[in-house]
């Protein structure tokens, strides 16, 4: 293992932390918040750590995968340990293990609170907070990939690594040209909903918030209500598309900046996601209208912003789901699971594995007929390895068991099956607001244990769930002679 490049990347990690928390400390500044000392500390403290660690002198600047696994998996760790600080310095929480659950919650985009009395924190606690949905939504990591090359560091690794999804492809040759294309995408949408937010007539810094929610699908509320405090079909509607947007594979917008429309649109992981969001938004609609809505129109509206909302992980809601039918609340249950697309901020499954399933299914009722046929599994057109296969096999089945583990763990503390069940899931699927589970306990209440295990669970939903598992196997960290 080469500590030293491990060590210098992480370095550089925290000095763009402490960088990025420059907005927030100015919120604070202005608005003569008590967080402003707090932040003060915090990014001298960062700044100092993370420029030690640059310092380190290396030989060899080669990433292999054991290196690359474990920047990613520590990098969002330590991340998540320094920007925790001015959460618990300002004592917007009563532990310091509460404010790394919290600030764990925004850079892994869950969205799960334990902050109590959200609307009397700091505001530029609750800048930070939010932002770190969007930092994490593309990845810190991504972000650094692109600076890598100054340093004279391959970082394909470490992309593949962090990048959610099956199956980790560049979208350029280069993949610090990759990096900076999947960014400024990020970026012209992040300014695209916050004008149109406040074309809405929301306020310039609510529309910063819930942009950050949006893009980086995480959902951390800062009134009452939720979205639904916004009694405005625009601003909902707004939300509810760039929701979806933010769901669908970014590799597709550069499909359709180099005009491939044929292609963006024929692509198969697009399509099911795109039907998924109008089926379920049909049939949620329906039934809302028939049990609980008087207009169709509201029941639709309502029907594809939390079919948009639950998809992609992002959480957020316009009304009371605990007070919708069951099976709305049931299709919101299996939105969660199947999550959004590869190569998005969203959580969950991912759309490409159900689809691959699905294909594997086909593939083996046609065996069955026709019992020595090569059937090969295709996603558009190009044949999917049997590693790949494999992998996704593997993934489902880890995904269950850690389930069902979580969920025996998180009982022992005297937790109803339906509670800890509920928060292991929305945990690993990285939707910690399950609103529409109608006994929810509130997560505040849950031991400190508790909130570190499920902290964990946060992680290894964000970073596909081998990343950590590979980072903890004590054999990676030997050197190999």
């Given at each position: 293992?080469?500590?030293?490049?491990?060590?210098?990347?992480?370095?550089?990690?925290?000095?763009?932390?402490?960088?990025?928390?420059?907005?927030?400390?100015?919120?604070?500044?202005?608005?003569?918040?008590?967080?402003?000392?707090?932040?003060?500390?915090?990014?001298?403290?960062?700044?100092?750590?993370?420029?030690?660690?640059?310092?380190?002198?290396?030989?060899?600047?080669?990433?292999?995968?054991?290196?690359?696994?474990?920047?990613?998996?520590?990098?969002?760790?330590?991340?998540?340990?320094?920007?925790?600080?001015?959460?618990?310095?300002?004592?917007?929480?009563?532990?310091?293990?509460?404010?790394?659950?919290?600030?764990?919650?925004?850079?892994?985009?869950?969205?799960v609170s334990v902050i109590s009395n959200i609307e009397q924190a700091p505001l530029g606690i609750l800048f930070w907070r939010s932002f770190t949905h969007w930092i994490g939504g593309m990845g810190i990591l991504v972000f650094t990939v692109a600076l890598l090359p100054i340093?004279?560091?391959?970082?394909?690794?470490?992309?593949?690594?962090?990048?959610?999804?099956?199956?980790?492809?560049?979208?350029?040759?280069?993949i610090r040209d990759t990096a900076m294309i999947l960014y400024i995408t990020y970026f012209i949408m992040t300014i695209a909903q916050i004008l149109l937010l406040i074309f809405g007539g929301m306020g310039v810094y609510e529309a910063f918030i819930h942009t950050f929610a949006?893009?980086?699908?995480?959902?951390?509320?800062?009134?009452?209500?939720?979205?639904?405090?916004?009694?405005?079909?625009?601003?909902?509607?707004?939300?509810?598309?760039?929701?979806?947007?933010?769901?669908?594979?970014?590799?597709?917008?550069?499909?359709?900046?180099?005009?491939?429309?044929?292609?963006?649109?024929?692509?198969?992981?697009?399509?099911?996601?795109?039907?998924?969001?109008?089926?379920?938004?049909?049939?949620?609609?329906?039934?809302?209208?028939?049990?609980?809505?008087?207009?169709?129109?509201?029941?639709?509206?309502?029907?594809?912003?939390?079919?948009?909302?639950?998809?992609?992980?992002?959480?957020?809601?316009?009304?009371?789901?605990?007070?919708?039918?069951?099976?709305?609340?049931?299709?919101?249950?299996?939105?969660?699971?199947?999550?959004?697309?590869?190569?998005?901020?969203?959580?969950?499954?991912?759309?490409?594995?159900?689809?691959?399933?699905?294909?594997?299914?086909?593939?083996?009722?046609?065996?069955?007929?026709?019992?020595?046929?090569?059937?090969?599994?295709?996603?558009?057109?190009?044949?999917?390895?049997?590693?790949?296969?494999?992998?996704?096999?593997?993934?489902?089945?880890?995904?269950?068991?850690?389930?069902?583990?979580?969920?025996?763990?998180?009982?022992?503390?005297?937790?109803?099956?339906?509670?800890?069940?509920?928060?292991?899931?929305?945990?690993?699927?990285?939707?910690?607001?399950?609103?529409?589970?109608?006994?929810?306990?509130?997560?505040?209440?849950?031991?400190?244990?508790?909130?570190?295990?499920?902290?964990?669970?946060?992680?290894?939903?964000?970073?596909?769930?081998?990343?950590?598992?590979?980072?903890?196997?004590?054999?990676?960290?030997?050197?190999?002679?």
């Amino acid at each position: 293992m080469n500590y030293g490049i491990i060590g210098r990347v992480l370095g550089m990690i925290l000095i763009i932390e402490s960088i990025l928390m420059s907005p927030s400390l100015f919120i604070s500044v202005y608005t003569r918040g008590e967080d402003q000392f707090p932040f003060i500390i915090t990014m001298f403290i960062i700044f100092v750590i993370g420029g030690i660690l640059y310092k380190i002198k290396v030989k060899d600047s080669s990433v292999n995968t054991r290196e690359a696994l474990a920047i990613v998996a520590l990098g969002w760790i330590i991340l998540s340990l320094a920007g925790a600080l001015p959460l618990y310095l300002s004592k917007v929480t009563e532990t310091y293990i509460d404010a790394f659950f919290e600030i764990v919650a925004g850079f892994t985009t869950t969205g799960v609170s334990v902050i109590s009395n959200i609307e009397q924190a700091p505001l530029g606690i609750l800048f930070w907070r939010s932002f770190t949905h969007w930092i994490g939504g593309m990845g810190i990591l991504v972000f650094t990939v692109a600076l890598l090359p100054i340093l004279g560091i391959g970082g394909f690794q470490i992309f593949k690594a962090e990048s959610p999804g099956p199956i980790a492809g560049k979208v350029v040759p280069r993949i610090r040209d990759t990096a900076m294309i999947l960014y400024i995408t990020y970026f012209i949408m992040t300014i695209a909903q916050i004008l149109l937010l406040i074309f809405g007539g929301m306020g310039v810094y609510e529309a910063f918030i819930h942009t950050f929610a949006t893009m980086g699908t995480g959902g951390f509320e800062i009134r009452e209500g939720s979205v639904g405090f916004y009694n405005i079909n625009y601003i909902h509607l707004v939300i509810a598309i760039f929701m979806t947007l933010s769901g669908v594979n970014f590799s597709i917008y550069y499909l359709i900046y180099k005009r491939k429309f044929k292609e963006a649109f024929l692509n198969e992981e697009f399509r099911l996601y795109l039907g998924i969001i109008i089926m379920a938004t049909i049939v949620i609609g329906l039934n809302l209208y028939f049990t609980n809505y008087a207009s169709i129109g509201y029941s639709i509206k309502d029907a594809f912003f939390q079919a948009s909302a639950t998809i992609t992980t992002t959480g957020y809601s316009t009304a009371d789901l605990k007070l919708w039918p069951s099976f709305s609340r049931g299709i919101l249950t299996l939105l969660m699971l199947i999550g959004g697309s590869a190569g998005s901020t969203a959580g969950g499954i991912k759309v490409i594995r159900i689809l691959i399933m699905f294909k594997l299914i086909k593939r083996e009722v046609l065996k069955l007929f026709h019992p020595r046929a090569i059937i090969p599994i295709k996603i558009n057109n190009r044949a999917i390895s049997n590693e790949v296969v494999a992998g996704i096999y593997s993934f489902i089945a880890l995904y269950f068991v850690i389930f069902i583990f979580g969920t025996l763990i998180i009982s022992l503390e005297g937790i109803d099956l339906i509670n800890a069940g509920s928060a292991t899931i929305g945990a690993i699927s990285n939707l910690g607001n399950l609103k529409f589970v109608g006994s929810l306990r509130s997560l505040s209440e849950y031991s400190q244990f508790s909130k570190l295990f499920l902290s964990f669970l946060m992680l290894l939903g964000r970073l596909e769930l081998f990343t950590i598992i590979a980072l903890i196997v004590p054999k990676n960290w030997r050197r190999v002679v």
